[in-house]
C-alpha cells in the first residue's frame, strides 16, 4: 500500500539537486541530536546547582555512558547502511527484515551490557579515577543509567531503520517529546522539588531513564504501524542468520569504533582527574560544549550515510561522493563560525554550567586551544558518515583510533606529565615536558587536524566506493572522487510494501 501523506514520504538522494535534499534530510538530525545533547546538558546543569563533586562525577559519567551508546550505534551503522542501500536498489521487503533483525541484536546486546555494567560498576569507577564523593555521586548516577540501556539501544534501532529510509522528522519529534520530558523532570528529582525528595545524581538518572523509556515505547509503536518508510513485522522477529551475520559483519567495525573511542574518552578523562576536580569539571564542562558540535557533525554525517548509501543501492558512486563533499564543506564552516564565538567568550560559555572560579580558569584554557580545531574534526565526522553509509564502517573506525590513540595519546602522556626514560644501549634520555593538563589540550586538538588530513587522503581514493548488498557496486566511478557529480536514476514514490 503505497503512503499518501507528503510527510510520510522519503527522502529520495538518488535525484535532483543535492544541496536541498540534503538539508531537507539532515535538518531534523541536526535537530533531534542536538536536543539529545539537552539529556546531557540539562543534567550538567541541574547538578551544578548541588556540587563541584557532583559536576565532577556526571562528567566522569559521560565517557563511561558513552562506551555503552556507541556499541548502539555502531550496530546501527550496518542497519542504516543495509537499509538505505535496499531502499535504494527498490527493495523494500528486506529493508523491513533488516529492521526486525536490528531490534532482535540491540535487545539482546543492551541486555548483555546492562547486566555486565552493572555488576562491575563499581571497578568501573575506580579505574577510570572516581575518588571519595565523586565516587559516591558517580555510582548513584550510573547504577540507573545501566538500567537505561536497553531504552537507548532500542531508540537508536528504531532511529537508524527510519533514517536509512529516508524518514529523518519522525524520530526528531520523539526526541523533542522525550527531551522536553528530561528537561522538566530534572529539578524535581535532582533538587527536589514539590513533594519529591532530591536525589542529586540519581535524580538526573532517573529523569533520564523515564523520558528514554517514554521515547522507546513510542519509537516501536510507530515501527509497527509502517507507515514512517519501514514496517516491524512481528514475524519478521525470526532470527535470521544470514541478515543477522551481515548487521555483525558491517557492524562490529562500527562497535570497535564507538568503543575505541569510548575507551579513548574514559582513557582522557582519567588522565585529567590526575589533575584534580577543577580540571576534571572544567573538562567536562568543555566536552559537553563540544558536544554541540558533534551532534551537528554526527547528524551532517547521518544524513550522509543515508544519502551514500541510497545512490551506491542505485549504482551512482559519483552523485554519493558528491554528497559527501557537500555535506564536508557546510558542516565545516557551520562548526568554525561557532567555535569563533566559543573562542572569543570562553568564561561566559563555562559560566552557564558552573560559578567556580578555578573551574571557569581551567575551562577558559580548554577553549582557547581546542576550539579552532573543531571545524576540522567535524569535517572526519562527516566523511565516516560517508563511510559508513558504503557500509566501510572499518575505515571509520580506523579514522577514530588514529585521531585518538595514534596521534594524541602519545602526546598526551609526552606534554603532560613529567618522566624521563632512558633508551637502552644508545643511552639516549627522552624526557616528558611536564606541562600539566594544558598539554592534554594541545594533545586533543593535534588527533583532531592530523585525523583530518588522514580522512581527505582516504576519501579521495574511491576505495569506499562499493554497496554491501547483493548485486549492488558503484559501477560509474571515475577516477576522481573530489571530481563532478552524475546524477542517476530518475524520481520514485516511495512504496511501502504490504504482506
Known amino acids: ?31 533531534g541530536n542536538l536536543l539529545q545533547t539537552v539529556y546531557n546538558l540539562a543534567d550538567m546543569f541541574w547538578v551544578g546547582r548541588v556540587s563541584s563533586d557532583a559536576v565532577a562525577a556526571v562528567s566522569l559519567m559521560f565517557p563511561l555512558s558513552w562506551m555503552f551508546v556507541s556499541t548502539a550505534m555502531g550496530i546501527t551503522a550496518a542497519t542504516i547502511a543495509l537499509v538505505s542501500q535496499y531502499v535504494g536498489a527498490g527493495d523494500d521487503r528486506t529493508a523491513d527484515r533488516v529492521v526486525a533483525q536490528t531490534i532482535l541484536l540491540t535487545l539482546a546486546v543492551s541486555s548483555v551490557l546492562a547486566v555486565l555494567g552493572f555488576a562491575f560498576r563499581r571497578p568501573l569507577l575506580t579505574l577510570i579515577g572516581a575518588r571519595n564523593q565523586v565516587f559516591v555521586e558517580a555510582l548513584a548516577y550510573i547504577e540507573v543509567i545501566f538500567l537505561a540501556l536497553p531504552f537507548t539501544f532500542l531508540f537508536f534501532a528504531f532511529r537508524a531503520s527510519l533514517q536509512g529510509a529516508g524518514d529523518t522528522k519522525t524520530a526528531m519529534w520523539l526526541i523533542v ?30 529523569a533520564t531513564f523515564l523520558s528514554r523509556g517514554l521515547a522507546t515505547a513510542t519509537g516501536i509503536a510507530i515501527l509497527l504501524d509502517g507507515g514512517f518508510g519501514v514496517r516491524l513485522r512481528i514475524r519478521d522477529l525470526t532470527p535470521d542468520i544470514d541478515i543477522q551475520k551481515r548487521l555483525l559483519e558491517i557492524g562490529t567495525p562500527g562497535t570497535l569504533d564507538g568503543w575505541a573511542r569510548s575507551f579513548a574518552a574514559v582513557a ?5 582527574a590526575r589533575f584534580g576536580a577543577a580540571p576534571t569539571a572544567a573538562f567536562g564542562i568543555g ?12 547528524a551532517v554525517g547521518q544524513a550522509t550515510a543515508t544519502g551514500v548509501g541510497q545512490n551506491l543501492g542505485a549504482k551512482s558512486a559519483d552523485r554519493a561522493a558528491a554528497v559527501a563533499r557537500t555535506a564536508t564543506a557546510a558542516t565545516m564552516a557551520i562548526i568554525f563560525a561557532v567555535a569563533v564565538v566559543l573562542f572569543a567568550f570562553p568564561a561566559a560559555a563555562v559560566r552557564i554550567f ?15 586551544i581546542t576550539t579552532l580545531f573543531w571545524a576540522p574534526f567535524a569535517g572526519v565526522m562527516v566523511i565516516q558518515g560517508a563511510f559508513r553509509g558504503a557500509g566501510n564502517t572499518r575505515e571509520a573506525m580506523i579514522l577514530s583510533i588514529l585521531s585518538r590513540w595514534v596521534f594524541r595519546f602519545p602526546l598526551v602522556l609526552g606534554l603532560a606529565f613529567s618522566w624521563t626514560v632512558t633508551v637502552p644501549v644508545i643511552g639516549v634520555r627522552i624526557d616528558g615536558l611536564g606541562w600539566g593538563v594544558e598539554g592534554i589540550w594541545w594533545a586533543l586538538a593535534f588527533g583532531m587536524i592530523a585525523s583530518f588530513v588522514v580522512a581527505v587522503v582516504w576519501f579521495r581514493l574511491g576505495t569506499w566506493a562499493e554497496g554491501v548488498i547483493d548485486g549492488q557496486s558503484g559501477t560509474d566511478r571515475d577516477d576522481d572522487f573530489l571530481g563532478g557529480d552524475r546524477s542517476a536514476g530518475g524520481d520514485r514514490e516511495s512504496e511501502f510494501v504490504d504482506d
Open 1 to 31: 500500500m503505497a503512503a499518501t501523506d507528503p510527510e510520510r514520504k522519503r527522502v529520495d538522494m538518488t535525484s535532483g539537486a543535492i544541496s536541498p535534499k540534503l538539508v531537507h534530510l539532515a535538518w531534523p538530525l541536526v535537530l
Open 177 to 206: 517529546v522525550s527531551a522536553g520530558l528530561n528537561v522538566v523532570l530534572d529539578p524535581f528529582f535532582v533538587l527536589g522539588w514539590g513533594p519529591v525528595p532530591a536525589m542529586g545524581t540519581r535524580g538526573a538518572a532517573i
Open 268 to 272: 582522557m578523562a582519567g588522565f585529567v
Open 287 to 298: 566536552v559537553r560544549l563540544m558536544s554541540v558540535t558533534w551532534a551537528i557533525a554526527g
Open 354 to 368: 558552573v560559578a567556580d572560579p578555578a573551574v571557569i580558569a581551567e575551562g577558559v584554557v580548554f577553549l582557547r
